[in-house]
């Protein structure tokens, strides 16, 4: 999702790629409840996925495409809405192994045709014990400004971004899990009203969207 790569773009892909994969399969399999959590997640964005296509008319745009040394990993499926031209979610299936999910992004939208909430499961190459990267983002528009709040799927808030134009001047700021930390403990460096506008009426816990909805 569109969100997802804002993400991966503001810390590198290469660099995500190579954190994740410097956690060791031991450390992995130690964590049981987690595992099974969030492949749970990922299994219920799947089934999401399946509800909406059901639910609207769409058409499905195919592509291939994979990492350095690998350049067809996955073949990507990104279903469009008929009605909107929306996109209703985007499937990444391991080439090699078709019936492999490798990510999976899903998008509600609102009456406006805006996305409300999103919920993305992304494994790494070649290791399915687990996702590597989950993420439920809420989303707020206010004029000109659009601000997400995003959470994995332990409940962890992990990053608000908001984007867009405030008084007239072109306008961003982005809090990472780090930043959210500290600015629980030190007070947020966004200015009040402005950081209202962008996130002040999004959920504050993962709640029932736990499970995607």
């Given at each position: 999702m569109?969100?997802?790569?804002?993400f991966?773009i503001a810390?590198?892909?290469?660099?995500?790629?190579a954190n994740?994969?410097a956690?060791?399969d031991a450390?992995?399999?130690?964590?049981?409840a987690?595992?099974?959590?969030?492949?749970k997640?990922?299994?219920?964005?799947?089934?999401?996925?399946?509800k909406l296509?059901?639910?609207?008319?769409?058409?499905?745009k195919k592509?291939?495409g994979?990492?350095a040394g690998?350049k067809?990993?996955y073949i990507?499926?990104?279903?469009i809405?008929?009605?909107?031209g929306?996109?209703?979610?985007?499937?990444q299936w391991?080439?090699?192994?078709?019936?492999?999910?490798?990510?999976i992004e899903v998008y509600v939208?609102?009456?406006?045709?805006?996305?409300?909430r999103?919920?993305?499961a992304?494994?790494?190459?070649?290791?399915h014990n687990?996702?590597?990267q989950?993420?439920?983002?809420?989303h707020?528009y206010?004029?000109?400004l659009?601000g997400f709040r995003?959470?994995?799927a332990?409940?962890?808030?992990?990053l608000e971004?908001?984007?867009?134009e405030?008084k007239g001047k072109?306008?961003?700021?982005?809090?990472?899990?780090d930043?959210?930390?500290?600015?629980s403990?030190?007070?947020?460096?966004i200015?009040?009203t402005?950081?209202?506008l962008?996130?002040g009426?999004?959920p504050?816990?993962?709640?029932?969207?736990i499970k995607?909805?």
């Amino acid at each position: 999702m569109q969100y997802f790569r804002i993400f991966l773009i503001a810390f590198g892909l290469s660099g995500f790629i190579a954190n994740a994969l410097a956690v060791s399969d031991a450390s992995m399999k130690e964590d049981n409840a987690h595992i099974r959590k969030w492949n749970k997640f990922a299994n219920d964005v799947l089934k999401l996925h399946h509800k909406l296509i059901q639910q609207h008319e769409h058409e499905i745009k195919k592509s291939t495409g994979g990492y350095a040394g690998n350049k067809d990993y996955y073949i990507e499926e990104n279903y469009i809405s008929q009605k909107t031209g929306k996109l209703l979610s985007k499937v990444q299936w391991e080439k090699a192994n078709p019936e492999i999910m490798h990510t999976i992004e899903v998008y509600v939208h609102d009456e406006k045709g805006r996305v409300k909430r999103d919920f993305l499961a992304a494994y790494l190459p070649d290791y399915h014990n687990a996702p590597v990267q989950t993420l439920v983002s809420f989303h707020q528009y206010s004029g000109k400004l659009h601000g997400f709040r995003s959470f994995d799927a332990s409940g962890d808030k992990i990053l608000e971004r908001c984007e867009g134009e405030y008084k007239g001047k072109p306008f961003e700021f982005i809090l990472d899990e780090d930043e959210l930390y500290a600015a629980s403990m030190d007070g947020n460096p966004i200015e009040a009203t402005v950081y209202s506008l962008c996130v002040g009426h999004l959920p504050q816990e993962l709640g029932k969207y736990i499970k995607p909805q």
